[in-house]
């Protein structure tokens, strides 16, 4: 194992060394912490030297100023520009607006970046051999698919004036940077400019805008690539119609790329299946500029944030470890590498953390005076329905990729170890709830395993123990039908159970809301005209459908519905169903119970007028283990007037005891 690694190793820093990337950091890899690292990496096969591994960082400036420190590996404060070149960073993303503050000068938040911070990090990113993405809105604050509102000094400007205008702003913020020596690899024409880009929702003005946008940053930096941003890829066909429109109108670019969170924007698959159709029919390249995980359920700066424990709606592919961040991390990488085209994958925000651990108004002060929140009071004089309402801290602190006291969280070495891979034995990462539901009536058996998710991302069941006592389970029984939450330990992790406490039903279908009669079956002495199961939600006792039963003739309504049940645990029972109808004339009905095929009891039942229903039940039904149960209604009715008709709901079969 040992000496795998040190080959490792050595192969790392020749590859580091002729790739060309101009990286001046020494130790790029540090030597004798990757080997020992206990993150699980499954290397991804034929990863290009060149392709960009990307950390957005814009809001380093605004947290630093805020007294937030950055730590290395090594546990050292030191440059977080450095900390990332070294863990295999080559990209570093900003976001630019033109001008985020209000009349008095107070800044918008969100690391209140404008130009002049952007050429700061870009001299920091360029010092440690990366290269900056530079990622303008084109808005004096945050724009993304719902809101692209146009600069304050543009607001009255028609579009071929803004044109003009945004032409002016790209190339005179780029020519700073040129002059500050800023390597810039990537320039973005808009953020996630779904369907508007500063003010203009019309196409053909948007595309003027890209196209002189996309115009400066050719005559400033003619390597560098210029990239179109959108989000959303599980809306399959909007890339392609966005592409389609860009070609219409000449819009020239070089790289098209997406958004992907996990929690709403589709499967891997899907992604790749949209990034690959953007490169074969328009021939762009394609990238993941947006992507996080959540290496934590908690909040860390008082300030609520977008994915939590309490999520709901949102697809959730791994556990919130820093174990499954990594993963997440790795598998965009597979995923993007592995599309025609694919050129690179940037991590959002993965320095921007909690400003403080004390208190939310500790934190309050320093979001108001630097911009290390989303968004300052401030915010609201240029964006009241959002930055006005809404605004405070961090709402990403949990997917950072780095911990609320500044040190690197073990996943930063996933984009090092991809290349090479560290496929150390797995282990359980995290325990997955389990869900039972128990008989009010039975008995609980807590399960003796659960399923552990591995730091692999497989799945295998381990033993677990539960703290719950006997006296807290008799509670549960007398608490009704309710859910529960019991605590336990699995492979040293915290495991939970959830139970919930219910009138248990043996029946299947019980009240035919599958839309089929079966597992229930019929008798049909009579011949009636019409049994079967209707759809009718005023017909039905709940739900939406029933049993139906109508016969015009006489004594031809003449049935019995039953179910069989099996392996029914030993005890006693009571079944329990209703029905009711009209014209029935002389009558015989009755629900019953049989016993391996003995009749263990019926009670009789009646039918008088539609909306009346009777409900009966059969009791005290004993069961041997391996014994059958049916259940079921016996109907015979002479009929009178038009036919005996009726409907019949909801059978109940569950533990007495
Ligand atoms: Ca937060």
């Known amino acids: 194992?040992?000496?795998?690694?040190?080959?490792?190793?050595?192969?790392?820093?020749?590859?580091?060394?002729?790739?060309?990337?101009?990286?001046?950091?020494?130790?790029?890899?540090?030597?004798?912490?990757?080997?020992?690292?206990?993150?699980?990496?499954?290397?991804?096969?034929?990863?290009?030297?060149?392709?960009?591994?990307?950390?957005?960082?814009?809001?380093?400036?605004?947290?630093?100023?805020?007294?937030?420190?950055?730590?290395?590996?090594?546990?050292?404060?030191?440059?977080?520009?450095?900390?990332?070149?070294?863990?295999?960073?080559?990209?570093i993303r900003v976001r630019v607006w033109n001008h985020p503050y209000d009349a008095e000068g107070h800044g918008y938040g969100g690391g209140n970046n404008d130009v002049e911070k952007a050429v700061e990090i870009g001299r920091r990113a360029t010092k440690y051999g990366m290269q900056l993405i530079v990622d303008f809105h084109y808005s004096d604050f945050w724009a993304d698919p719902g809101k692209q509102m146009v600069p304050l000094a543009w607001k009255e400007m028609s579009a071929k004036e803004k044109a003009d205008a945004l032409y002016a702003f790209t190339l005179d913020s780029l020519k700073t940077m040129k002059k500050a020596g800023v390597a810039v690899g990537m320039v973005q024409l808009g953020n996630e400019t779904n369907s508007a880009l500063c003010g203009e929702k019309n196409f053909e003005n948007i595309a003027k805008l890209m196209i002189a946008g996309g115009k400066a940053v050719r005559e400033v930096y003619p390597k560098a690539l210029v990239a179109v941003h959108l989000a959303n890829p599980e809306r399959t066909d909007a890339y392609d119609g966005f592409a389609k429109k860009l070609e219409t109108f000449g819009v020239d670019y070089d790289v098209l790329a997406s958004s992907y969170y996990p929690y709403w924007h589709g499967t891997l698959e899907n992604l790749a299946n949209v990034l690959n159709g953007i490169a074969e029919k328009y021939g762009k390249k394609v990238m993941v500029m947006e992507t996080s995980y959540a290496y934590t359920g908690v909040d860390t700066d008082f300030s609520g944030n977008t994915i939590s424990d309490e999520s709901a709606n949102i697809v959730k592919d791994y556990p919130f470890t820093v174990q499954a961040q990594a993963n997440h991390v790795r598998n965009v990488i597979d995923t993007?590498?592995?599309?025609?085209?694919?050129?690179?994958?940037?991590?959002?925000?993965?320095?921007?953390?909690?400003?403080?651990?004390?208190?939310?108004?500790?934190?309050?002060?320093?979001?108001?005076?630097?911009?290390?929140?989303?968004?300052?009071?401030?915010?609201?004089?240029?964006?009241?329905?959002?930055?006005?309402?809404?605004?405070?801290?961090?709402?990403?602190?949990?997917?950072?990729?780095?911990?609320?006291?500044?040190?690197?969280?073990?996943?930063?070495?996933?984009?090092?170890?991809?290349?090479?891979?560290?496929?150390?034995?797995?282990?359980?990462?995290?325990?997955?709830?389990?869900?039972?539901?128990?008989?009010?009536?039975g008995t609980v058996k807590l399960p003796e395993t659960v399923d552990a998710v591995l730091t692999s991302n497989e799945i295998r069941t381990v033993p677990v123990t539960w703290n719950v006592t006997d006296a807290e389970i008799a509670a549960m029984y007398k608490g009704g039908v309710k859910t529960y939450e019991i605590t336990g330990e699995a492979e040293g992790l915290p495991a939970r159970l959830l139970v919930s406490m219910v009138n248990f039903n043996y029946l299947k279908?019980?009240?035919?809301?599958?839309?089929?009669?079966?597992?229930?079956?019929?008798?049909?002495?009579?011949?009636?005209?019409?049994?079967?199961?209707?759809?009718?939600?005023?017909?039905?006792?709940?739900?939406?459908?029933?049993?139906?039963?109508?016969?015009?003739?006489?004594?031809?309504?003449?049935?019995?519905?039953?179910?069989?049940?099996?392996?029914?645990?030993?005890?006693?029972?009571?079944?329990?169903?209703?029905?009711?109808?009209?014209?029935?004339?002389?009558?015989?009905?009755?629900?019953?119970?049989?016993?391996?095929?003995?009749?263990?009891?019926?009670?009789?039942?009646?039918?008088?007028?539609?909306?009346?229903?009777?409900?009966?039940?059969?009791?005290?039904?004993?069961?041997?283990?391996?014994?059958?149960?049916?259940?079921?209604?016996?109907?015979?009715?002479?009929?009178?007037?038009?036919?005996?008709?009726?409907?019949?709901?909801?059978?109940?079969?569950?533990?007495?005891?």
């Open 336 to 441: 993007v590498a592995h599309v025609k085209n694919g050129i690179g994958v940037v991590y959002w925000e993965g320095t921007w953390i909690t400003v403080g651990t004390n208190s939310w108004e500790e934190n309050h002060e320093k979001w108001e005076k630097y911009g290390s929140g989303w968004a300052s009071s401030y915010g609201g004089s240029y964006d009241p329905d959002d930055a006005g309402k809404y605004y405070g801290g961090c709402a990403v602190d949990n997917q950072a990729m780095f911990d609320p006291t500044g040190h690197p969280l073990e996943s930063l070495r996933v984009w090092n170890l991809v290349r090479y891979g560290n496929e150390v034995e797995p282990r359980a990462d995290a325990i997955r709830d389990t869900a039972i539901e128990v008989d009010l009536k």
């Open 1 to 91: 194992m040992k000496k795998r690694w040190i080959a490792l190793l050595f192969a790392t820093t020749m590859l580091l060394g002729c790739a060309g990337t101009g990286i001046k950091v020494e130790n790029a890899i540090p030597t004798g912490k990757i080997g020992g690292s206990s993150l699980y990496v499954k290397k991804v096969e034929n990863l290009p030297d060149d392709f960009i591994m990307g950390m957005d960082a814009s809001s380093v400036i605004a947290e630093e100023q805020s007294g937030v420190k950055y730590f290395s590996f090594a546990g050292e404060e030191q440059d977080v520009f450095k900390t990332l070149a070294e863990n295999g960073i080559t990209h």
């Open 509 to 657: 279908n019980f009240g035919f809301e599958d839309g089929v009669i079966e597992p229930w079956q019929t008798e049909d002495r009579g011949g009636a005209d019409q049994l079967y199961v209707e759809n009718k939600i005023t017909d039905s006792l709940n739900g939406t459908y029933h049993m139906h039963f109508w016969s015009a003739k006489k004594d031809s309504v003449d049935f019995s519905l039953f179910q069989e049940v099996k392996d029914l645990p030993a005890g006693t029972y009571s079944f329990t169903i209703s029905i009711m109808g009209g014209d029935a004339g002389d009558t015989e009905i009755y629900c019953y119970a049989l016993v391996d095929g003995v009749e263990a009891g019926r009670t009789p039942m009646r039918i008088t007028s539609y909306g009346n229903w009777d409900t009966q039940t059969v009791g005290n039904i004993e069961v041997q283990e391996g014994q059958t149960v049916t259940v079921g209604i016996f109907v015979k009715c002479s009929g009178a007037g038009s036919g005996a008709w009726g409907k019949i709901d909801d059978g109940l079969l569950n533990s007495q005891s």
